[in-house]
Structure formats: structure tokens, C-alpha cells
């Protein structure tokens, strides 16, 4: 059963032009220029439910613009989306209680609150009884190794701690489906390695599908048996992490991927 379904999705931003100097910023007030810039175009995959999918591509490819319009926060201007049989654009509050997000880059929890704190305010948001919340708290504290930092504000954390706290914050519902843009981004070697091990046991264990953005070929390599990669808003491969490395034994996963994004540039 498929757990994400796009087709011929597409997104198109506005953005204004402005030229150098004080005349430029002058003339831009005066006379606002702007421009079109397609930054998804016709794109169309699947998903199955409890795949571990990567879903790479140099910046500004628009891998998070992508994920934003499967999670409802952008609205495309093209095609259509479905997650879990939802659409994204009609039924996003719907949706949000079935999905999980993580986004390496920004935070999700409260810094002056602990993590214990912070997951009893996401329970409530996810109308989780008191009993369900703490029940879900205790299980996932021991997985995910929380119990000496738990009543410690977010804010005196290390990166790798909170890390852990942000996944745990968007598992405490139980999502069907889990969008993790860069989340081992500015990790060290062995904390990276241990939240891919946590990340690889919440699939196991619950099903959980996994869509995956990261500029480190560890996680797609250690988490993901298919790839898609995408550049300047379109699919250019969509194949097996495995298949790849045995079409081009003699070279590197992360050399692999370097010559695709290079060949869709020349």
C-alpha cells in the first residue's frame, strides 16, 4: 500500500529583482520588478508504506519545497498529493496528527522548557490523554536514552541531545509516515550514527515510512534501500541505493552522487 502519492506536482515562487546599489534599491521601489522560478516541476513518485526513501538533491533543487507541500504547508500550483489517502492541501489538520517532522535546522521545541515538559505540551496538542502521553513518554524515554537529561532545559542541551528530543517529540503520537529534512546535520561521527540506529529501529519496530532528505551519504547509505534524486525541481533518478553501487562497484555511494548532480549541470 502506498503511503505518499504525487502527480506531475509543481510550484512556482514569485521573487522580486532588484539591481546593485542605491538606484537599484531606488528603482525597485519605484518600479518592482519580478520574476518567475519553478522550483518544483512535474513531479511524480510513490512511496510504500515502511519504505526508508531518500530524497536527495544539491541545494535549492527543491527537496524541501517538496516536503512542504506534503505536509500542507505550501498549497502547489499543479498536480496532486496524497499521504495516507489525505490530501495535504484540503485535509492538513487531519493530516497532522497522522505525520511526524523533524527539520535539522529548526527547532520544534520550547528552549526554556525541559523535554519532559515539552512532550506533555505536544501530547495535548495531539489530544493524547495524560495516561497515553506518560505511557508514550516512558516508552520512548528508554529508547531513545533520555533519562539524564529529561527535566533539563532544551536550551542547556547539546546539538545530539536535542536531536533526539525533536524525534522523540514528533514520535509521541505514533505518525504512520516521518519527514526527517537533514537530522544528523552538525552531528559528531557516533551521535550521528546512534539517532540513524533509533531512526532504523522506530521503522522497524512501528512501520514507521520514512522520507528522508540529507546531504550525508551516511544516512542514505545506512537508512535507505532507494534514492531519489532531484535538481532544479525534477526527478533525474529514482533507483535502489543497491543497484547503484553494484552498476559502479569501483566507485563510491558519495562519488556516485557527486557525478549525477555534476551531470545535470553540464
Not at 1 to 27: C, D, H, Y
Not at 174 to 196: S, W
Request: net charge negative; charged share 30%.
Amino acid at each position: 500500500m502506498q503511503a505518499i502519492k504525487v502527480e506531475n506536482l509543481s510550484k512556482t515562487f514569485r521573487v522580486k529583482r532588484k539591481e546593485k546599489g542605491m538606484k537599484g534599491s531606488v528603482k525597485a521601489i519605484l518600479h518592482p520588478q519580478t520574476e518567475e522560478i519553478r522550483a518544483v516541476k512535474d513531479v511524480s513518485f510513490a512511496v510504500e508504506e515502511g519504505e526508508m526513501l531518500a530524497f536527495i538533491g544539491p541545494n535549492g533543487a527543491g527537496k524541501s519545497t517538496t516536503i512542504k507541500m506534503l505536509t500542507g504547508i505550501l498549497y502547489p500550483d499543479g498536480g496532486h498529493a496524497e499521504v495516507l489517502g489525505v490530501d495535504p492541501v484540503k485535509k492538513r489538520r487531519q493530516l497532522a496528527y497522522r505525520i511526524g517532522t523533524v527539520f535539522g535546522q529548526k527547532e520544534q521545541l520550547w528552549t526554556h522548557l525541559t523535554p519532559y515538559d515539552n512532550f506533555r505540551f505536544f501530547g495535548a496538542i495531539y489530544d493524547l490523554s495524560e495516561k497515553e502521553t506518560e505511557a508514550r513518554i516512558d516508552e520512548l524515554l528508554e529508547r531513545f536514552a533520555l533519562e539524564d537529561f529529561i527535566n533539563t532545559p532544551v536550551r542547556n542541551l547539546s546539538l545530539g541531545q536535542r536531536i533526539r528530543c525533536e524525534i522523540v517529540a514528533s514520535l509521541l503520537h505514533r505518525p504512520k509516515v516521518l519527514f526527517l529534512d537533514e537530522p544528523t546535520i552538525g552531528l559528531d561521527p557516533v551521535v550521528k550514527e546512534n539517532v540513524r540506529e533509533l531512526i532504523r529501529q522506530m521503522n522497524e519496530e512501528e512501520q514507521t515510512t520514512i522520507f528522508l532528505t540529507s546531504h550525508d551519504v551516511g544516512d542514505i547509505e545506512k537508512l535507505c534501500r532507494r534514492m531519489i534524486v532531484v535538481n532544479a525541481g525534477q526527478i533525474v533518478l529514482d533507483d535502489s541505493v543497491e543497484h547503484l553501487k553494484r552498476h559502479d562497484p569501483q566507485h563510491s555511494l558519495e562519488e556516485i552522487i557527486v557525478d549525477i548532480y555534476k551531470s545535470e549541470e553540464d
